[in-house]
């Protein structure tokens, strides 16, 4: 498991936090994800044998968010 | 007719209200049953639903209006969001399709099964649970610096004020999405819950009949039908206000936005007001601006009191005359003089004087005003700052 910050500077209102969050439904591999508006980021944590960061990354771009890895945690 | 109109969903707005009539008709036919005695219980509930109906609906709305919008406001971003999503903002702007039917909905429920509670409780406890008007003022103000607050965040004035939005309890966030599906429920029925903290001035006057009942399932029951006989006048208020903003196309949400702030300097004034300060916009221009009322009302023959003493005229529209004037150094008696009056009015508060009174409907209520220094003002005001005046002595 490996725990990745995503800076996600596109957030207009606190639903879209509760939008982003709902890839721990649709995105397999997926364990947990903690979005704040507040914050503009989203903590991902997920398997990387199951899903890359390319892969997040593109199903945010597919919800019409611009995310940016800013840190990672093993 | 082709089966296109016939597949034509109906408005949820339509279903919502159809829900509210009926059972507010259901209501009054379980109240006030046909042929039977009208006892004085149920004749109680009847008033108060009808003072819901009238009254109370107009008058809540101008105090709780604002946690309305700003449940309907987070509706209207959800919509628009997902109508417009981020990252595509050449994208060709129109109006979005609100869901504003559901909001309002739990909004106006959450308020129903608030105040029942709070019926109950007052029923129960008596008068324990009033609050003051100076604790009313400061959560006036408090709320009006959060609807300012989430304005000038839906305005994208700097990064600071996203702090204004209510980002739920993860846990809550987690148990909305599994079982709505990313509808955001939690919000309107939290707002509507709120409204308990800021009764309109006929909601206080209920709940000072409620507390008279001394029980706690004719308080409940009290509550309960006045508070559904408000719902109908919000639900259309509401409802109306959210269709005319979506004609707005391009300057939707700057519409909403500027809603929320101004009701959130309206509900800073109020609650100015109500703490008696100098620097309401009521108080600082009532010299410059008199209202037309006041204007008239300058004209009609004063209320006749003896020397030593001063008459304040209270009707449903205010108070006259709106500025008193009265020797300094001298202790003073001020007549309240009502006449069929039913509005907050009623609710009289001297914030300097911790006076707080609910006036008869029609009498003479008189108030001891001690010796004031040249030059001191004193503000008065209705419970709900609405309506205020003031006394210079001089």
């Given at each position: ?74 | ?127 324990y649970l009033a609050l003051s008007p100076l604790t009313r003022a400061a959560l006036m103000i408090a709320i009006a610096i959060f609807m300012i607050g989430n304005a000038l965040r839906m305005f994208n004035v700097h990064p600071v004020f996203r702090y204004f939005a209510i980002e739920p309890p993860k846990f809550i966030t987690r148990y909305i999405r599994k079982t709505a ?66 004609k707005l196309e391009k300057f939707f949400m700057r519409f909403v936005a500027a809603v929320v702030l101004i009701l959130g300097l309206v509900t800073l004034d109020s609650g100015l007001n109500l703490m008696g300060s100098p620097l309401s916009f009521q108080n600082m221009t009532r010299g410059f601006f008199p209202r037309a009322s006041e204007l008239a009302a300058a004209d ?95």
């Open positions: 498991m490996i725990k990745k910050i995503f800076k996600i500077e596109d957030m207009t209102c606190p639903n879209c936090a509760m939008k982003i969050e709902s890839l721990e439904d649709d995105l397999e591999g997926i364990a947990r994800v903690d979005a704040s508006y507040r914050a503009l980021q989203a903590a991902v944590e997920y398997d990387e044998t199951k899903v890359s960061e390319e892969r997040i990354i593109a199903a945010l771009k597919e919800m019409g968010y611009t995310a940016l890895v800013v840190e990672a945690r093993r | 007719m082709s089966s296109k109109n016939q597949n034509k969903p109906v408005d949820p707005a339509i279903i919502v209200f159809a829900g509210i009539a009926l059972l507010a008709i259901a209501f009054v036919t379980a109240a006030y049953p046909a042929g039977a005695d009208d006892s004085g219980a149920m004749s109680q509930l009847m008033v108060a639903f009808v003072t819901g109906l009238t009254t109370g609906g107009l008058s809540c709305l101008a105090v709780q209006g604002g946690l309305l919008a700003s449940s309907l406001a987070r509706q209207i971003e959800q919509d628009y969001a997902a109508q417009i999503p981020a990252g595509k903002k050449k994208a060709k702007l129109s109006a979005p399709k609100t869901n504003s039917a559901l909001p309002i909905l739990l909004f106006l429920i959450a308020k129903l099964i608030a105040y029942t509670l709070l019926g109950a409780l007052l029923g129960w406890l008596g008068s599906k990313g509808t955001d429920t939690a919000t309107p029925i939290f707002l509507g819950f709120l409204t308990v903290f800021i009764p309109c001035g006929v909601t206080q006057a209920m709940m000072a009949t409620a507390l008279g009942t001394g029980s706690a399932a004719m308080g409940a029951a009290l509550m309960f039908a006045f508070t559904l006989g408000t719902s109908p006048v919000f639900f259309i208020v509401a409802y109306l206000a959210t269709k005319l903003g979506a009609s023959p004063a209320v006749q009191v003896p020397d030593g003493e001063l008459a304040l005229t209270v009707r449903n529209d205010g108070y006259f005359p709106a500025l008193l004037k009265a020797p300094a150094g001298k202790d003073l008696i001020l007549n309240l003089v009502t006449n069929e009056t039913y509005s907050c009015a009623r609710d009289f508060v001297i914030p300097a004087l911790d006076y707080y009174e609910l006036l008869p409907a029609t009498g003479v209520v008189k108030v001891n005003i001690p010796a004031q220094k040249a030059g001191e003002t004193l503000f008065f005001t209705c419970s709900m700052g609405m309506y205020t005046g003031q006394i210079v002595f001089e």
